[in-house]
């Protein structure tokens, strides 16, 4: 790796510092459950809706399904894009979206639902990076949300999360390991990554790549440990957005 070099982050934080979070629920009136997730400058919108069906391969099993979508609004980023409506979705698209439904499914105990399904969609209203992880974060609250509404409905017995689960990125930038990358940092990073974490600290995805020259496995552990400290940080922030 290259020698350290000094650089300046976002809102002046330490290279372990994630940006400023804030999740306010209750965004949406019609959905059994809705967060807007602010990472930094970042913003995503997280809607659980509930459906009376699952898909095929589920049915009749006596289990529910999680399962999310993922798009990115026409001006969330400088420069206007089309909607994906018009063209299909991208392999990028696709690819969030299933690690989003993955890691949300990771934490529930599905048979616990009955054969109801969650969809949660996330859609971003503003991008700086770490689109993916602040969906996944976003996008528990919404479903927990949603699951407790349809406890209170009586649809189902009790709130089937086993875990919390939450998202952050990492990275090597400049020779500094860094904690939850903006744009400007992640384009310009030797080595990107995504942690998907639970609660008591198990993993669930893991997306890494050295972008220039190898990274080793010191390395790859150290960006861990960072992933570990800010998924604890994400916790704390649904915990007290879900007022637990």
């Not at 690819?95 to 969809?119: A, C, H, N, P, Y």
């Not at 942690?195 to 972008?211: D, K």
Request: with cysteine; proline share 2%; glycine share 10%.
């Amino acid at each position: 790796m290259s020698e350290l070099l000094e650089f300046k982050r976002q809102y002046g934080r330490l290279l372990d510092e994630i940006r400023p979070v804030e999740m306010i629920t209750g965004v949406n009136k019609y959905a059994e459950g809705s967060c807007l997730i602010k990472a930094g400058d970042t913003h995503v919108m997280c809607i659980a809706s509930l459906e009376k069906r699952v898909p095929f391969w589920v049915h009749g099993t006596g289990s529910g399904w999680v399962t999310a979508e993922y798009g990115m609004l026409p001006r969330s980023t400088s420069d206007r894009m089309d909607r994906e409506a018009k063209k299909g979705q991208s392999g990028r698209t696709q690819e969030i979206q299933r690690l989003i439904g993955r890691s949300l499914r990771s934490v529930v105990d599905l048979k616990q639902m009955g054969e109801i399904s969650i969809k949660v969609d996330c859609d971003v209203i503003q991008a700086d990076g770490g689109t993916r992880t602040a969906s996944i974060s976003g996008g528990f609250v919404a479903l927990y949300l949603a699951l407790n509404s349809l406890k209170e409905r009586h649809i189902i017995r009790q709130i089937p999360i086993q875990n919390f689960v939450g998202a952050i990125s990492c990275g090597i930038v400049k020779g500094n390991l860094c904690l939850d990358l903006d744009y400007d940092e992640d384009s310009s990073a030797d080595v990107d990554s995504n942690f998907v974490l639970t609660s008591n600290g198990r993993l669930v995805e893991i997306q890494g790549t050295a972008e220039k020259e190898p990274f080793t496995p010191k390395q790859f552990l150290d960006l861990l440990a960072l992933a570990q400290k800010g998924v604890g940080e994400i916790t704390q922030k649904q915990k007290e957005a879900l007022g637990l």
